[in-house]
C-alpha cells in the first residue's frame, strides 16, 4: 500500500500539497511515483508563472509514461526544486521529502475541494 502523510492535501490527480499561511509546497504521491516507475526527468515551470487551479504546470517523465502535473490549487510560482534537473529519481526516493514547486496561493478556499490522507487513502486502495 502506498504511503499517505497525515496533515496534507490531496488532490485526485495525485499531487500533494503543504500549507503554510498562503504558501503552499506541491509535490507528487508515493501512489503518482510508483505507479509512474522511475522518474528520469521533471518538466519545471519558472519561478514568476502563474496557474489556476487544474492547469497542468509541469511534467513527470519515466521508463514507462509521461504525465501532467495538475495544480490543485491557482497560484504563483515563487520557488521551484533545482535539485530535480539533476537528480529526478528523488521523487521515487521520498516524494513527499522532495517538492516540486513552492506556489503563493490565490484563493486559500480552493483548498477545500482537495482531499484529506483519509479520503485520499480511500481513493487509491
Known sequence: MSKVVEGLYYAKTHEWLK???DVALIGITDYAQDSLGDVVFVDLPSVGDSFDKEDSFGAVESVKAASDLMMPVGGEVIEVN???NDAPE???EDPYANF???IKVNDLDELNDL???KAYEELTK
Open 90 to 92: 528523488l521523487l521515487n
Open 82 to 84: 533545482e535539485e530535480l
Open 100 to 102: 516540486i514547486i513552492k
Open 19 to 21: 500549507v503554510e499561511g
Open 115 to 117: 482531499l484529506d490522507a
